[in-house]
């Protein structure tokens, strides 16, 4: 599952096609309906593993998702935190591992 930052379907299928450009995995792709925040949408779908990044330019952990989800659902949800503009190619492959 992928969470965009696009706020309409038309724009979503941008995120799709990079997706499907650059070999990522087959996934939904999630995105705020009107009023809906991102912590909404974390907590509607429960996923078990949450990566972002860590949001430092805009204001760090205050503009996090997990910071906002709520503690019941936090529990269940495994949050990793990657380093802004780093990209994910430093985590492993295996969901498996991500889980450790």
Do not use: W
Request: charged share 35%; aromatic share 12%.
């Amino acid at each position: 599952m992928y969470l965009s930052s696009h706020k309409n379907a038309k724009e979503v299928e941008k995120d799709k096609f990079v997706l499907k450009k650059f070999g990522f995995p087959d996934g939904q792709v999630f995105f705020r309906q009107k009023g809906e925040q991102y912590k909404d949408i974390a907590e509607r779908i429960v996923p078990n593993i949450l990566i972002e990044d860590d949001c430092e330019s805009i204001g760090g952990k205050k503009e996090m998702t997990i910071t906002y989800v709520k503690l019941d659902l936090k529990k269940k949800i495994k949050s990793i935190v990657v380093k802004e503009f780093a990209g994910i190619d430093n985590l492993p492959d295996r969901i498996f591992y991500l889980l450790k």
